[in-house]
């Protein structure tokens, strides 16, 4: 019996490294999800895994199948909670930086399209593959979540970079701004000039063309009566 005691005590102590972070991933997904609402298919996992702890201590037989069967629980709370908190994690970044155009975000803060956005993308695709691995894990598959939380603190290093980067961001983000601003006023007033100077234009070739009108009038009603007379005094009889 002792023997069976220090077994268990040291199996134990193995998988309490795999529950730590387990439980770290269930408070990570909970702190940023924008609601805080409580996950229950993680908590769900946990149960089940100390159900086996149980056991094992009540059926020294079964003691590694029961103990095997806590460690695969383990794992699917942890893929579980990551599966949460990577989702839950990208929206976060990817609405810090919604507000900001491209060229802000390549001038100020490259490494989100160098380096975060491709590893957002990786890690949504990689998900098919979190699920795939839950499913699998009650068969035998000895991929443990121990050696995926690595992805966790790829993810919180990313969401701290972000939030150092926003303060050169919305300072380049208010200068473009102003600058945009004064682009603006100076297209509109080059707007308002020309059409002032269209105005002017317009209202010169009105003028002239008037003037040519009225000089074009003027002198034919001045010519007219000059040949009606002329005309009269040609066919008039001469006097004897």
């Not at 699998?136 to 598959?141: A, I, L, R």
């Not at 000059?226 to 005094?233: A, C, E």
């Amino acid at each position: 019996m002792e023997q069976f005691a220090l077994t268990y005590l040291k199996e134990v102590k193995e998988l309490y490294e795999i529950y730590g972070k387990v439980k770290l991933a269930i408070i990570y997904a909970e702190n940023f999800d924008p609601k805080q609402e409580l996950y229950i298919a993680p908590i769900n996992q946990l149960r089940s895994s100390l159900d086996h702890f149980f056991k094992a201590a009540a059926h020294p037989d079964d003691m590694e199948y029961e103990l095997k069967e806590a460690k695969e629980h383990l794992d699917r709370a942890g893929y579980d909670a990551f599966e949460i908190f990577a989702s839950n994690l990208g929206i976060i970044i990817v609405e810090k930086l919604n507000k900001y155009s491209t060229e802000t975000l390549t001038t100020i803060f490259p490494d989100y399209y160098k380096i975060i956005k491709p590893k957002l993308i990786e890690i949504r695709a990689n998900l098919g593959e979190i699920r795939k691995r839950k499913k699998t894990s009650v068969n035998g598959n000895n991929d443990s979540f121990n050696s995926y939380f690595s992805q966790i603190e790829v993810l919180l290093n990313f969401d701290k970079n972000v939030d150092y980067s926003i303060p050169a961001l919305e300072e380049y983000h208010q200068k473009k701004l102003k600058e945009d601003i004064e682009i603006q006023k100076k297209a509109k007033k080059e707007r308002q000039r020309d059409r002032f100077f269209n105005v002017v234009f317009v209202g010169i070739i009105a003028a002239i063309i008037s003037g040519i009108l009225v000089w074009a009038v003027t002198t034919h009603f001045q010519k007219s009566p000059t040949s009606s007379t002329t005309t009269n005094t040609t066919n008039s009889p001469v006097s004897r």
